[in-house]
């Protein structure tokens, strides 16, 4: 994978920079490092704090850069430094398909989890320069996909950053070596145990996400139209037989067509009557899901972040956080009765 930005950007010269002008160069590399402040920590939030965070310490510091390395590689030193300090002592953040079995739709909903213990949808818009490349762009959304970052998370917190840096970002050895104070086969042996770990994980780059292409929306279009009826036979018949549901922050989940329609017509029978919005999350498609109030409204329930792999939804997560999360992505909390919706699915 490449990321958007060359590494050679020309040193600023120091002396004769303006704060406007600071600020402007920053800011150019924010998607980015906020891309990879997110692969390192697994939460939109976070990795916004951590962004936020660097640009502070990058402004109070300027003064004493000396322009010995381009200006973003000095960003992802501070950047490094900023993700490993959050780490730090943190347990890794998870899905529910990777704490356990699958349960099935007879199961009790268990108590929520708390916030800390999952990872987090984040929005396209964030993280992607607008105006890139469109190869280069659907690279970078591989390197953000739900399963890749979640399986980032079981990394040391320093693997982590060498395989980001190597593998996704394309940095030579040395400069990553450079970067952490450590050397080159320091580097070298951290990569190949995180392969080893990623690999041993089941997680490989040769099922890429499916292209946003007209295939691609005709069946978005009709998992709205099923899921809005609430047709569960024409909704599954759009999930792959294997396909996993699941609802964080409970790490309950389920896999499979029967336990999904048993669920849906059980525990789950408030989304009858839902209306889906389109957005873009992690890569995938995306949608705000909202459930009938009693006035006739709808109300926000759940970010919907699908999968989809030769033509079939493959998994369907639900985060159920709607308070934090559709105020990210820009959905409302509320549809009021007769809100016209748009049916193109945002690319």
């Not at 780490?87 to 989890?113: H, I, Q």
């Not at 213990?117 to 762009?137: H, M």
């Not at 591989?142 to 593998?167: G, H, K, T, W």
Request: net charge negative.
């Amino acid at each position: 994978m490449t990321e958007l930005t060359t590494r050679g950007n020309a040193a600023p010269s120091t002396a004769t920079l303006e704060p406007g002008e600071l600020e402007r160069r920053l800011e150019q590399h924010r998607a980015e490092l906020t891309a990879y402040s997110y692969r390192m920590l697994g939460s939109a939030f976070e990795s916004e704090d951590a962004v936020q965070e660097t640009m502070l310490r990058a402004w109070r510091s300027f003064d004493r850069f000396e322009g010995r390395a381009a200006l973003r590689t000095w960003l992802y030193r501070i950047a490094t430094n900023v993700c490993l300090d959050m780490l730090s002592g943190k347990e890794r953040r998870t899905r529910p398909v990777d704490l356990g079995s699958a349960s099935s739709a007879d199961s009790a909903l268990p108590d929520a989890l708390p916030e800390v213990t999952w990872l987090e949808p984040i929005p396209d818009s964030r993280v992607l320069p607008a105006g890139g490349d469109p190869a280069e762009l659907a690279e970078v959304r591989e390197s953000i996909r739900l399963a890749f970052v979640a399986a980032l998370q079981y990394l040391p917190a320093r693997q982590r950053a060498v395989l980001v840096l190597r593998e996704v970002l394309r940095w030579k050895a040395t400069e990553v070596a450079e970067l952490l104070d450590t050397t080159v086969a320091s580097v070298n042996s951290a990569l190949q145990r995180a392969r080893a770990a990623l690999s041993a994980r089941g997680t490989s780059e040769d099922s890429p996400a499916e292209p946003m292409d007209e295939e691609q929306q005709a069946l978005l279009a009709r998992y709205v139209d099923a899921f809005e009826r609430y047709d569960l036979d024409s909704l599954t018949a759009l999930l792959h037989e294997d396909a996993s549901w699941s609802m964080p922050p409970y790490e309950l989940w389920l896999r499979g067509h029967d336990d999904i329609r048993k669920w849906c017509l059980g525990t789950g029978i408030g989304c009858n009557g839902s209306r889906l919005i389109s957005t873009v999350a992690n890569g995938a498609p995306a949608f705000g899901q909202y459930r009938p109030a009693s006035d006739g409204a709808h109300e926000a329930w759940a970010l919907q972040v699908l999968e989809v792999s030769a033509g079939q939804i493959t998994d369907i997560c639900f985060f159920l956080d709607t308070a934090r999360f559709f105020p990210l992505f820009g959905l409302p909390l509320r549809l009021d009765a007769g809100a016209v919706i748009r049916r193109d699915h945002v690319a």
